[in-house]
Protein backbone atom coordinates (compact mmCIF):
# COMPACT_ATOMS: atom_id res chain seq x y z
CA UNK A 1 0.00 0.00 0.00
CA UNK A 2 0.68 3.58 -0.15
CA UNK A 3 3.42 4.34 2.47
CA UNK A 4 4.95 0.68 2.60
CA UNK A 5 8.64 0.35 2.57
CA UNK A 6 10.34 -2.92 1.37
CA UNK A 7 13.47 -3.66 0.61
CA UNK A 8 15.11 -5.43 -2.27
CA UNK A 9 15.80 -8.94 -1.77
CA UNK A 10 16.80 -10.23 -4.97
CA UNK A 11 17.17 -9.75 -8.83
CA UNK A 12 16.35 -12.02 -11.65
CA UNK A 13 16.61 -12.15 -15.79
CA UNK A 14 14.00 -13.68 -17.45
CA UNK A 15 15.24 -13.06 -21.41
CA UNK A 16 11.98 -14.50 -22.69
CA UNK A 17 9.76 -11.68 -21.11
CA UNK A 18 9.35 -9.09 -24.31
CA UNK A 19 8.07 -6.26 -21.47
CA UNK A 20 10.59 -6.07 -18.97
CA UNK A 21 13.70 -9.05 -18.70
CA UNK A 22 14.79 -7.53 -15.33
CA UNK A 23 12.95 -9.02 -12.49
CA UNK A 24 13.10 -7.92 -8.79
CA UNK A 25 12.37 -9.54 -5.80
CA UNK A 26 10.76 -7.01 -2.74
CA UNK A 27 10.00 -7.66 0.43
CA UNK A 28 7.58 -5.65 2.90
CA UNK A 29 8.31 -8.28 5.79
CA UNK A 30 9.17 -11.61 5.87
CA UNK A 31 5.72 -13.36 4.75
CA UNK A 32 5.13 -10.68 2.34
CA UNK A 33 7.21 -10.93 -0.90
CA UNK A 34 6.62 -10.68 -4.52
CA UNK A 35 8.24 -10.18 -7.91
CA UNK A 36 8.50 -7.01 -10.12
CA UNK A 37 9.67 -6.01 -13.51
CA UNK A 38 12.22 -3.63 -12.93
CA UNK A 39 10.62 -0.92 -14.88
CA UNK A 40 7.22 -0.83 -13.05
CA UNK A 41 9.38 -1.13 -9.81
CA UNK A 42 10.58 2.71 -10.80
CA UNK A 43 7.60 3.55 -11.99
CA UNK A 44 5.91 2.64 -8.45
CA UNK A 45 8.33 3.37 -6.30
CA UNK A 46 10.78 5.89 -4.26
CA UNK A 47 13.96 5.44 -2.53
CA UNK A 48 13.98 6.21 0.84
CA UNK A 49 17.30 8.52 1.79
CA UNK A 50 16.67 11.92 1.68
CA UNK A 51 18.63 13.29 -1.32
CA UNK A 52 16.34 11.48 -3.30
CA UNK A 53 13.23 12.63 -1.24
CA UNK A 54 14.15 15.69 -1.99
CA UNK A 55 14.57 15.38 -5.80
CA UNK A 56 11.44 13.48 -5.75
CA UNK A 57 10.01 16.49 -3.99
CA UNK A 58 11.25 19.01 -6.58
CA UNK A 59 10.23 17.28 -9.42
CA UNK A 60 7.30 16.67 -8.14
CA UNK A 61 4.45 18.54 -10.10
CA UNK A 62 1.84 19.87 -7.69
CA UNK A 63 5.35 21.29 -5.74
CA UNK A 64 6.43 22.78 -9.10
CA UNK A 65 3.30 24.31 -9.71
CA UNK A 66 3.29 25.96 -5.53
CA UNK A 67 6.89 27.05 -5.95
CA UNK A 68 5.89 29.05 -9.58
CA UNK A 69 3.05 30.45 -8.06
CA UNK A 70 4.64 31.50 -5.12
CA UNK A 71 7.69 33.30 -7.07
CA UNK A 72 5.04 34.90 -9.41
CA UNK A 73 3.03 35.93 -6.17
CA UNK A 74 5.99 37.07 -4.60
CA UNK A 75 7.67 38.76 -7.48
CA UNK A 76 4.87 40.68 -8.60
CA UNK A 77 4.15 42.03 -4.63
CA UNK A 78 7.66 42.96 -4.22
CA UNK A 79 7.84 44.81 -7.94
CA UNK A 80 5.22 46.77 -6.85
CA UNK A 81 6.45 47.88 -3.45
CA UNK A 82 10.14 48.51 -5.45
CA UNK A 83 8.29 51.00 -7.33
CA UNK A 84 6.64 52.87 -4.88
CA UNK A 85 9.41 52.57 -1.95
CA UNK A 86 12.40 51.94 -3.99
CA UNK A 87 13.00 49.17 -2.43
CA UNK A 88 16.71 46.85 -3.27
CA UNK A 89 16.04 43.93 -5.82
CA UNK A 90 18.70 41.64 -7.35
CA UNK A 91 20.15 43.48 -10.56
CA UNK A 92 17.62 46.16 -10.24
CA UNK A 93 18.80 48.80 -7.71
CA UNK A 94 21.15 45.83 -6.66
CA UNK A 95 23.37 46.08 -3.30
CA UNK A 96 27.04 46.54 -3.52
CA UNK A 97 28.00 43.09 -4.46
CA UNK A 98 28.24 40.39 -7.23
CA UNK A 99 26.88 37.34 -5.44
CA UNK A 100 23.02 37.61 -5.74
CA UNK A 101 23.36 37.70 -9.14
CA UNK A 102 25.92 34.91 -9.08
CA UNK A 103 23.67 32.92 -7.22
CA UNK A 104 21.39 33.37 -9.71
CA UNK A 105 23.61 32.39 -12.15
CA UNK A 106 24.70 29.07 -10.29
CA UNK A 107 20.79 28.11 -10.39
CA UNK A 108 20.41 28.59 -13.76
CA UNK A 109 23.36 26.62 -14.68
CA UNK A 110 22.24 23.58 -12.15
CA UNK A 111 19.12 23.62 -14.21
CA UNK A 112 20.33 23.43 -17.61
CA UNK A 113 22.65 20.90 -16.29
CA UNK A 114 20.14 19.16 -15.16
CA UNK A 115 18.03 19.02 -17.75
CA UNK A 116 20.91 18.52 -20.09
CA UNK A 117 20.99 14.94 -18.08
CA UNK A 118 17.27 13.95 -18.65
CA UNK A 119 17.52 14.70 -22.56
CA UNK A 120 20.90 13.26 -23.36
CA UNK A 121 21.46 11.42 -20.65
CA UNK A 122 18.50 9.97 -18.73
CA UNK A 123 20.25 6.55 -17.41
CA UNK A 124 23.25 8.77 -15.81
CA UNK A 125 20.59 10.85 -14.04
CA UNK A 126 18.00 7.49 -13.30
CA UNK A 127 21.22 5.56 -11.54
CA UNK A 128 21.93 8.89 -9.50
CA UNK A 129 18.72 9.09 -8.47
CA UNK A 130 18.66 5.65 -7.08
CA UNK A 131 22.43 5.71 -5.87
CA UNK A 132 23.03 9.39 -4.35
CA UNK A 133 25.56 10.90 -3.64
CA UNK A 134 26.65 14.52 -2.26
CA UNK A 135 30.33 13.56 -3.00
CA UNK A 136 31.50 15.23 -7.15
CA UNK A 137 34.06 12.76 -7.37
CA UNK A 138 33.93 8.83 -8.48
CA UNK A 139 30.79 10.25 -11.14
CA UNK A 140 30.38 10.27 -14.36
CA UNK A 141 31.89 14.02 -15.62
CA UNK A 142 28.39 15.71 -16.37
CA UNK A 143 27.03 14.28 -12.60
CA UNK A 144 30.30 16.12 -11.31
CA UNK A 145 29.81 19.30 -12.78
CA UNK A 146 26.42 19.32 -11.46
CA UNK A 147 27.04 18.35 -7.47
CA UNK A 148 29.89 21.03 -7.79
CA UNK A 149 27.50 23.77 -8.87
CA UNK A 150 24.83 22.80 -5.75
CA UNK A 151 28.10 23.01 -3.56
CA UNK A 152 29.45 26.33 -4.66
CA UNK A 153 25.44 27.18 -4.63
CA UNK A 154 25.53 26.73 -1.05
CA UNK A 155 28.71 28.71 -0.19
CA UNK A 156 27.66 31.85 -2.34
CA UNK A 157 24.40 31.70 -0.17
CA UNK A 158 26.34 31.92 2.67
CA UNK A 159 28.05 34.96 1.15
CA UNK A 160 24.92 37.07 -0.41
CA UNK A 161 23.69 36.46 3.52
CA UNK A 162 26.63 38.04 4.58
CA UNK A 163 26.97 40.60 2.75
CA UNK A 164 23.18 41.21 2.75
CA UNK A 165 22.97 41.89 6.64
CA UNK A 166 25.81 44.27 6.16
CA UNK A 167 24.45 46.41 3.57
CA UNK A 168 20.81 46.37 4.67
CA UNK A 169 18.45 46.65 7.79
CA UNK A 170 16.97 43.75 8.63
CA UNK A 171 13.60 44.05 7.47
CA UNK A 172 14.97 45.38 4.23
CA UNK A 173 17.08 42.40 4.27
CA UNK A 174 14.12 40.11 4.83
CA UNK A 175 12.15 41.74 1.64
CA UNK A 176 15.77 41.41 -0.62
CA UNK A 177 15.87 37.74 0.06
CA UNK A 178 12.35 37.30 -0.95
CA UNK A 179 13.22 38.66 -3.95
CA UNK A 180 15.91 36.76 -4.56
CA UNK A 181 14.32 33.63 -3.63
CA UNK A 182 11.61 33.99 -6.42
CA UNK A 183 14.42 35.41 -9.41
CA UNK A 184 15.82 31.87 -8.68
CA UNK A 185 12.95 29.83 -9.00
CA UNK A 186 12.03 31.55 -12.14
CA UNK A 187 15.58 31.28 -13.02
CA UNK A 188 15.36 26.78 -12.15
CA UNK A 189 12.01 26.47 -14.22
CA UNK A 190 12.82 29.17 -17.24
CA UNK A 191 15.99 27.10 -17.78
CA UNK A 192 14.63 23.75 -17.30
CA UNK A 193 11.56 24.56 -19.98
CA UNK A 194 14.15 26.54 -22.68
CA UNK A 195 17.05 23.68 -22.47
CA UNK A 196 14.03 21.12 -23.45
CA UNK A 197 13.58 22.83 -26.36
CA UNK A 198 17.11 23.57 -26.41
CA UNK A 199 17.74 27.15 -26.86
CA UNK A 200 18.33 27.42 -23.24
CA UNK A 201 21.72 27.68 -23.67
CA UNK A 202 22.21 30.28 -25.76
CA UNK A 203 19.50 32.07 -22.48
CA UNK A 204 22.48 30.55 -20.15
CA UNK A 205 25.72 32.62 -22.55
CA UNK A 206 23.61 35.86 -22.41
CA UNK A 207 23.47 35.21 -18.22
CA UNK A 208 26.97 34.60 -18.20
CA UNK A 209 27.89 38.00 -20.58
CA UNK A 210 25.74 39.90 -18.18
CA UNK A 211 27.22 38.80 -14.87
CA UNK A 212 30.64 39.34 -16.41
CA UNK A 213 29.47 43.09 -17.92
CA UNK A 214 28.42 43.20 -13.63
CA UNK A 215 31.68 41.93 -12.12
CA UNK A 216 33.70 44.07 -14.89
CA UNK A 217 31.70 47.45 -13.46
CA UNK A 218 32.69 46.70 -9.98
CA UNK A 219 36.40 46.31 -10.59
CA UNK A 220 36.58 49.49 -12.06
CA UNK A 221 35.78 51.01 -8.90
CA UNK A 222 38.99 51.95 -6.70
CA UNK A 223 38.09 54.18 -4.48
CA UNK A 224 35.07 54.90 -1.65
CA UNK A 225 33.93 57.92 -0.38
CA UNK A 226 34.37 58.92 2.20
CA UNK A 227 31.36 60.81 3.53
CA UNK A 228 28.52 58.96 1.97
CA UNK A 229 30.76 55.02 1.17
CA UNK A 230 29.67 54.60 -2.43
CA UNK A 231 32.13 53.60 -4.56
CA UNK A 232 34.35 56.16 -7.17
CA UNK A 233 36.66 55.49 -10.03
CA UNK A 234 38.98 58.22 -9.01
CA UNK A 235 39.20 60.89 -5.99
CA UNK A 236 37.33 64.08 -6.62
CA UNK A 237 33.34 65.06 -6.29
CA UNK A 238 31.41 62.53 -5.47
CA UNK A 239 28.64 61.97 -7.89
CA UNK A 240 26.72 60.65 -5.14
CA UNK A 241 26.65 63.24 -2.50
CA UNK A 242 28.72 66.14 -3.22
CA UNK A 243 32.18 66.00 -1.27
CA UNK A 244 34.93 66.34 -2.21
CA UNK A 245 37.99 63.28 -1.48
CA UNK A 246 40.97 63.89 -2.05
Request: aromatic content about 18%.
Amino acid sequence: YKGDRVVVAEFAIHPADSVDSVWVKLAHTQEEQGWIREAELKESFVPTDSISQAIHFFSNTHASYFMVIFALFVGVYLFRAFRRKQLQLVYFNDIDSVYPLFLCLLMAFSATIYESMQVFVPDTWEHFYFNPTLSPFKVPFILSVFLLSIWLFLVVTLAVLDDLFRQLTPAAAVFYLLGLMSSCIFCYFFFILMTHIYIGYLFLALFIWVFAKKVRRNIGYKYRCGHCGEKLKEKGVCPHCGAINE
